[in-house]
């Protein structure tokens, strides 16, 4: 079976030795035809017709446009191939290799004299090793003045360092703001659950004794201990009864053991709750939650409230102890402080 080319090559072919496209339908009628035939005979017909090869396949075509080289004349009195210099010879220039020019390192705009006037000024400030060392690496870095830029001030040093404490805290203090309200009412619920404790303590007893009173004088009664006659020389007068050494001094006396036992047990309840409160959110927060009243017929012996939890004082920003979220909330203001100041250029 015979080769055949392409009607894609043999329209290449086309354009390559007619310099055209195709179009008219004797072209295409030519075309049509080529692909009935070989490759390199597809070639041959082409050329000969061809008004740019004139007769020529293509690739002798190429070699007959390539341009030979041309000798190269050598100029009178200048010889290439021989060392040295003669009489009447000419030697050319040398050839001098291309120079880099040396690099310049960039000036800095941090003189000695502006250094030294930043250092004493941060060394004046009222802050820690730690913080001072920071201002120093971000004020003094030379990187940070290539090209000439602008050294600040004393004064917009403090400027700069003031605004980004600011921003900080405008940040951070929101959320701790609202992590301390939560943390309070959790408390606040809690002391809550444990004084629902203590009143249906309180309401058990006062039913209780009336009860038990109640009974007591019953039993009086029934074995003839009235309130009129002579029974009564063996007790005393009336009083007697009333008094706190007679039936109802002994029963109230009984309740308010029993009020200091339960309230001891209910103080060793909130004592690890209303504790971990104070050390984590400071004493003044947790010093009104602690608070418990107590019934007033007992108020003469223990006074009208007492404490579920006395807190120690010395949870504060400025006591003793440093309470943990507020230790953790300056650490993040400072920390978004310093944030700022590293990106200082940005706005200066």
């Known amino acids: 079976m015979a080769i055949k080319t392409n009607k894609s090559d043999v329209i290449a072919n086309f354009v390559r030795y007619y310099g ?34 004139k007769g020529l396949i293509w690739s002798k075509y190429q070699e007959q446009q390539r341009t030979p080289e041309q000798p190269v004349t ?28 040396p690099t310049t390192p960039p000036m800095t705009g941090l003189d000695e004299a502006s250094r030294k006037r930043i250092e004493d000024y941060i060394n004046g400030l009222s802050l820690t090793d730690t913080e001072k060392d920071f201002l120093k690496s971000t004020f003094m870095n030379s990187d940070t003045y290539t090209s000439g830029r602008t050294i600040p001030t004393n004064e917009q040093i403090a400027q700069i360092i003031s605004t980004a404490a600011t921003n900080a805290a405008t940040d951070i203090n929101p959320y701790y703001k609202r992590f301390t309200a939560e943390e309070l ?9 444990i004084r629902g404790k203590a009143e249906t303590f309180q309401q058990k007893q006062e039913s209780s004794y009336k009860k038990v009173l109640a009974e007591t004088k019953q039993n009086i009664r029934a074995r003839g201990l009235t309130f009129s006659g002579t029974p009564l020389k063996s007790l005393g007068s009336e009083a007697a009864i009333r008094n706190i050494s007679g039936i109802e001094g002994t029963i109230p006396e009984a309740r308010r053991l029993g009020y200091e036992e ?5 103080q060793q309840e909130a004592r690890p709750l209303a504790t971990a409160a104070e050390r984590a959110l400071g004493s003044e927060a947790v010093g009104a939650l602690g608070s418990l009243s107590i019934p007033s017929d007992l108020s003469g012996r223990l006074g ?9 004082g010395g949870y504060s920003p400025t006591g003793t102890y440093v309470p943990t979220i507020e230790q953790q909330r300056l650490a993040d203001i400072e920390r978004a402080k310093q944030d700022r100041i590293a990106r200082w250029r940005l706005t200066f």
């Open 74 to 101: 050598p100029i009178p009195g200048i010889h290439y191939n021989e060392p040295g210099i003669g009489p009447g010879e000419v030697t050319p220039p040398p050839i001098t290799p291309p120079t880099t020019p």
């Open 185 to 193: 009412a959790d408390l606040k619920n809690q002391m809550a659950d």
């Open 20 to 53: 055209r496209q195709p179009t008219s339908s004797e072209d295409l009628k030519t075309v049509e035809y080529l692909t009935t035939k070989a490759p390199n005979e597809v070639e041959s017909l082409l050329a000969k017709n061809s008004p740019i090869t």
């Open 262 to 266: 339960n309230i001891r047990a209910l």
């Open 304 to 312: 009208a409230t007492t404490g579920l939890y006395t807190p120690t």
